[in-house]
C-alpha cells in the first residue's frame, strides 16, 4: 500500500498550495510548454500545461480537482511515459518517499527533455526548526532516516542549482514548516494528519512533546522564547528547489 493511501485523506483540506511558493517553482520551470508532475499528490503547485501526472496513490488521486492534469497510478521508479515526454518534470516534497532514489531520479531525467525541478529540503538546516529541536526530537531522528542529501540528490541530477525557498509567516499550504509562527496549528490533528514527519511518526510518540507544546503557549513561554519570530515575515527553515539543466 502506498504511504498516502494510508495518511493522505486530508491533504486537499490542509495542503492547499501557497502563491508565493507557486511563484518560485513555476519560475523555476521556466519557458517550458509542457510539465510532468511526479509524485503529484492532490496536484499543488501543477502549471496549467502539465499534460500528466503521475502518483502511487488511488487516496491522493481521488483529491486531485476534476479539471487538472490526467493522473497516472504509477510509482517515481517506474513512470509510464516515453522518453522525453514533456520539457520540464517537477517532484514536489516527494523524493524521501520513494523506495530507489537513483531510479527514481533517474527516471526524471528520461522523461524530462530540458529542466528537471525538485523541491525538498536541507535537513541540516531543518533538524534545527524549533518545533523539533525543543519538543519532538522524536522526529528529528524520523526525519533525519529519510531525508535526501542536498549534496546527493545534486549528482544524482548530474548537477543543479539550489535555491532557498523561505516560508511564508502566513503560509497556506500545511507542510512540515508551514506554521513557524503560528504554533498553536500542531496541537490541531487535522494539521498533523496533513504533515507526513508527524503523521507517520504516531500520535503516542507525539504525545509528550505536544503536551509540552500547548503548556508554554498557555503560559507564554513560547512567545518569550520565540518573540524574534513573532517580527518575521518569512523563514529559511531549509525548503529548497533544485533546478537541473539536461
Do not use: K
Not at 502549471?47 to 480537482?65: D, G, H, L, Y
Not at 527533455?113 to 518545533?131: K, P
Request: some cysteine.
Amino acid at each position: 500500500m502506498a504511504t498516502y493511501d494510508r495518511i493522505g485523506a486530508t491533504y486537499g483540506r490542509t495542503r492547499r498550495p501557497d502563491s508565493r511558493i507557486a511563484a518560485r517553482i513555476h519560475e523555476a520551470l521556466g519557458d517550458a510548454g509542457t510539465v510532468v508532475n511526479v509524485g503529484a499528490g492532490t496536484g499543488s503547485y501543477e502549471p496549467p500545461n502539465t499534460v500528466w501526472a503521475i502518483e502511487p496513490s488511488s487516496v491522493m488521486i481521488a483529491q486531485r480537482p476534476e479539471a487538472s492534469a490526467p493522473a497516472l497510478e504509477a510509482s517515481a521508479e517506474s513512470i509510464p511515459l516515453a522518453d522525453d515526454s514533456a520539457d520540464a518534470v517537477m517532484a514536489l516534497l516527494t523524493v524521501h518517499h520513494w523506495n530507489d532514489l537513483e531510479a527514481g531520479v533517474a527516471e526524471l531525467r528520461r522523461i524530462a527533455r530540458r529542466r528537471v525541478v525538485v523541491l525538498t529540503w536541507d535537513q541540516t538546516v531543518f533538524r534545527g526548526f524549533w518545533l523539533l529541536a525543543e519538543y519532538l526530537p522524536e522526529v528529528a531522528a524520523f526525519d533525519g532516516t529519510r531525508a535526501v542529501p542536498i549534496g546527493r540528490l545534486v549528482a544524482l541530477l548530474g548537477g543543479a542549482r539550489v535555491e532557498a525557498v523561505p516560508v511564508p509567516h502566513d503560509c497556506t499550504d500545511g507542510f512540515g514548516a508551514a506554521f513557524w509562527r503560528r504554533p498553536e496549528a500542531y496541537l490541531d490533528p487535522h494539521v498533523r494528519a496533513g504533515i507526513s514527519m508527524l503523521a507517520l511518526t504516531g500520535e503516542d510518540v507525539l504525545g509528550p512533546g505536544l503536551a509540552r507544546l500547548a503548556d508554554d503557549l498557555s503560559t507564554g513561554r513560547w512567545h518569550e522564547r520565540h518573540a524574534d519570530l513573532l517580527q518575521r515575515e518569512a523563514l529559511d527553515v531549509g525548503y529548497r528547489l533544485l533546478v537541473a539543466d539536461l
